[in-house]
T-cell receptor
Framework: DQQVKQNSPSLSVQEGRISILNCDYTNSMFDYFLWYKKYPAEGPTFLISISSIKDKNEDGRFTVFLNKSAKHLSLHIVPSQPGDSAVYFCAAGSTINTDKLIFGTGTRLQVFP | ETGVTQTPRHLVMGMTNKKSLKCEQHLGHNAMYWYKQSAKKPLELMFVYSLEERVENNSVPSRFSPECPNSSHLFLHLHTLQPEDSALYLC??????????????????FGEGSRLTVL
């Protein structure tokens, strides 16, 4: 059973527009969520995180929104840039079991000029 | 060198071979991880070491054998693998036990991965 789901395998957005990447989770014990970005031939790199006590966290062009009742989070990138083209992984964890992060399957974002 | 480095970057092996993947972190972290990334599947946690002690073995077959001789080095020994074991193996590190405890960002630092092909 997949506890963290990214239902869109790919997304294509024009430069300057907003990119919205979505993630759903099933385990109500998750209380911490992270987004990682992965370029080809590189390991994932941390992008932004959010705790379940918040519903929004913003860092420059990146904003993560958390809707606990819907068990849904999203990553907004605005404005999108060609350098944002990468695979984005959503991950979730619980402070009760701190050794494990559960990752989604990733969404490939392509930002075209 | 800085960050998390993995060697080799690419490995092709037969099912009867014995090989090892190596990971080294230069971040002063005290927890290290092996993840497996297969096509169209989520990143799968395989092993967690904290303070050089294994704290998680995520139901991984015994043909994968981890070793953590010190807090900076992590190995994954491979023997009698199957073609379905072909994947990208990612090493990661973090400060404090686990990815979330005591840090605040829950940040894992990943290596570039070792692409394994089993023939």
């Amino acid at each position: 059973d997949q506890q963290v789901k990214q239902n869109s395998p790919s997304l294509s957005v024009q430069e300057g527009r907003i990119s919205i990447l979505n993630c759903d989770y099933t385990n109500s014990m998750f209380d911490y969520f992270l987004w990682y970005k992965k370029y080809p031939a590189e390991g994932p790199t941390f992008l932004i995180s959010i705790s379940s006590i918040k519903d929004k966290n913003e860092d420059g062009r990146f904003t993560v929104f958390l809707n606990k009742s819907a068990k849904h989070l999203s990553l907004h990138i605005v404005p999108s840039q060609p350098g944002d083209s990468a695979v984005y992984f959503c991950a979730a964890g619980s402070t009760i079991n701190t050794d494990k992060l559960i990752f989604g399957t990733g969404t490939r974002l392509q930002v075209f000029p | 060198e800085t960050g998390v480095t993995q060697t080799p970057r690419h490995l092709v092996m037969g099912m009867t071979n014995k090989k090892s993947l190596k990971c080294e972190q230069h971040l002063g972290h005290n927890a290290m991880y092996w993840y497996k990334q297969s096509a169209k599947k989520p990143l799968e946690l395989m092993f967690v070491y904290s303070l050089e002690e294994r704290v998680e073995n995520n139901s991984v077959p015994s043909r994968f054998s981890p070793e953590c001789p010190n807090s900076s080095h992590l190995f994954l020994h491979l023997h009698t693998l199957q073609p379905e074991d072909s994947a990208l193996y990612l090493c990661a590190s973090s400060q404090a036990q686990g990815a979330l405890a005591g840090v605040g960002t829950g940040e894992l630092f990943f290596g570039e991965g070792s692409r394994l092909t089993v023939l």
